[in-house]
């Protein structure tokens, strides 16, 4: 690690102290991004990176509300608004026990870059709140999302910060947080993604991140000349990532073999096919179970419960090709990286945002394998919203074929930028680097054109 990435990630460590998930996501970035400033040493003075990691501004908020017993709850509600110079901030709100300040700040940061690699104009952002959707009824959730949004509307607009769903939050959440916005504000825009289809939302919009993994492995998979076809592939998760990435490895010919969500594994030797992966869409997006009902059904499947604490998560150690973390952050170690290696692995194609940690990377770089980023490989969710956004300018909806066409040719663009600016710093084949830097060009050179502000 080089003199300056040292002290400049001292100063973050200080500045933003107890906030691990972010600090790791800097380093990464930072590491990159450091021939960058080597080359360009414009970006240095300006003190680029060292702004962006800073976010324009971060709004938290007290979120109270009463339950169907009548019972009142506190949770905190977050807006980090990361970067704006390409775009009105734009970027998922998670809701689940363990998001806070730190974690949503990765996640905001994170986004500045996947969304400037779209190539679309959108700058970044994130929010969420601790509150825990497991088990609850569709009431005790409207009333959350209402709470929620009391506060959110008058920080948010179409054309200021739009928001969508991600871990905790799916079109239902997205429904009740549109519903009040448009009842505040009087008014009816595109300020939320992920809408239904009824009241502005785009098709392809709930597969697009799933669908964009997929294609991002194969494009990775294309630079040796292969093919999805008949190879092997772990997903972990079982929400909206995990279900489109399986659909979609099963429409270009590959096997599913594994499922998982926060208590456990499935693995399936015989492959997910399509209609056990209607059966996982059903348990989990309208009986909303867990997904060890997938063995009473799918006798010759077995259910492994995972242990958060172990050494190695068992997920990934089974014989494969291809791996698809779709589940959290920080989901794939060391050991499960050497895991994933000693199986065959080769592809690891990132659904989920910063699934693998920094060993865990150095890793899967040293062996060399076909390793994409959350960042570049995940961005078809985000690119999909984009595409959303545009609809509800235009007030025209596209055909489905047109999404996924503009979708697919998105995803090969952000594998070509990765390609490209990986040999021009000099590291041929390192996706992150690629992704990384490919992202921040862009960022970069427009605060430079926009002034210190
Ligand atoms: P969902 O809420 O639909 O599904 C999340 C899945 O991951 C569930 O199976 C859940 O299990 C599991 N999971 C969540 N937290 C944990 C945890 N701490 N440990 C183990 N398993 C966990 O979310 P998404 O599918 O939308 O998101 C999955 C990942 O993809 C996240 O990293 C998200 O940031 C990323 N992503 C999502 C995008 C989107 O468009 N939705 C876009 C780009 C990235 P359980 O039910 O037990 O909680
Ligand atoms: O992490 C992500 O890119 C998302 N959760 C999707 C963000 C969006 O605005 O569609």
Same mark, same amino acid.
């Given at each position: 690690? !080089?003199?300056?990435?040292? #002290?400049?990630?001292?100063?973050? +460590? ?36 060292? /702004? ?9 908020? =007290? ?15 977050? /807006?980090?608004?990361?970067? #704006? ?8 709100? =998670?809701?689940?026990? #363990? ?19 779209? !190539?679309?104009?959108? @700058? ?18 409207? /009333? ?9 509307? =008058? ?66 998979? %294309? ?36 499922? #998982?969500? !926060? ?10 096919? +399509? ?11 309208? /009986? ?78 040293? &062996? ?5 980023? @959350? &960042? ?16 509800? !300018? ?21 594998? %070509? ?6 040999? =021009?710093? %000099? ?6 680097? %690629? ?19």
């Amino acid at each position: 690690m !080089s003199e300056y990435v040292k #002290s400049l990630m001292a100063e973050v +460590r200080a500045k933003h102290a107890a906030q691990p998930e972010f600090h790791q996501a800097v380093e990464e970035v930072a590491e990159s991004i450091d021939i960058v400033l080597d080359r360009h040493p414009e970006y240095r003075s300006a003190k680029i990176l060292e /702004r962006i990691i800073e976010p324009e501004r971060v709004i938290i908020f =007290r979120v109270p509300w009463i339950d169907d017993q009548g019972e009142v709850h506190i949770n905190i509600g977050y /807006r980090i608004e990361m970067n #704006s110079a390409i775009g009105p901030y734009k970027g998922g709100l =998670r809701f689940h026990p #363990s998001v806070n300040l730190g974690i949503l700040k990765f996640l905001a940061f994170e986004q500045v870059f996947k969304n400037s690699l779209t !190539s679309l104009p959108m @700058g970044g952002g994130k929010g969420g709140s601790d509150f825990d959707p497991k088990g609850k009824s569709d009431l005790k959730i409207m /009333r959350f999302c209402h709470a929620f949004m009391s506060e959110l509307f =008058r920080h948010i607009g179409p054309n200021t910060d739009v928001p969508a769903g991600d871990i905790g939050v799916g079109g239902r959440e997205i429904g009740y947080l549109f519903g009040l916005y448009k009842k505040l504000r009087n008014e009816f825009t595109g300020v939320l993604t992920g809408k239904g289809l009824n009241w502005g939302g785009s098709l392809i919009r709930p597969e697009a991140t799933g669908y964009g993994a997929v294609y991002f492995a194969a494009e990775m998979l %294309g630079t040796k000349n292969e093919t999805l076809e008949g190879k092997t592939c772990l997903v972990s998760g079982s929400g909206n990532v995990a279900q489109y990435t399986t659909e979609k490895i099963l429409d270009l010919g590959g096997k599913v073999v594994t499922l #998982s969500d !926060s208590n456990g594994y499935i693995h399936d030797e015989e492959g997910i096919d +399509r209609e056990k992966l209607a059966y996982v869409m059903e348990l989990k997006n309208v /009986r909303r179970g867990r997904i060890k009902e997938y063995t009473d059904k799918y006798k010759n499947a077995v259910y492994t419960a995972i242990d958060a604490n172990a050494e190695f998560n068992p997920l990934w150690n089974h014989k494969a090709d291809c791996a698809f973390p779709s589940a959290t952050q920080n989901e794939i170690n060391a050991k499960d990286a050497q895991n994933l290696v000693k199986n065959g692995v080769y592809v690891v194609s990132e659904g989920a945002n910063m699934p693998t940690t920094p060993d865990g990377v150095e890793v899967l770089m040293d &062996k060399k394998i076909l390793y994409g980023p @959350g &960042k570049a490989a995940n961005a078809g969710g985000v690119a999909v919203s984009g595409l959303e956004m545009s609809q509800n !300018s235009q007030r025209l909806p596209w055909t489905r074929e047109e999404v996924d066409k503009r979708l697919q040719l998105i995803m090969k663009n952000i594998h %070509g930028t990765c390609v490209e600016m990986a040999d =021009r710093f %000099g590291t041929p084949g390192n996706y992150v680097n %690629g992704a990384n830097i490919g992202g921040f060009l862009k960022v970069a050179d427009s605060m430079i054109d926009q002034g210190v502000v």
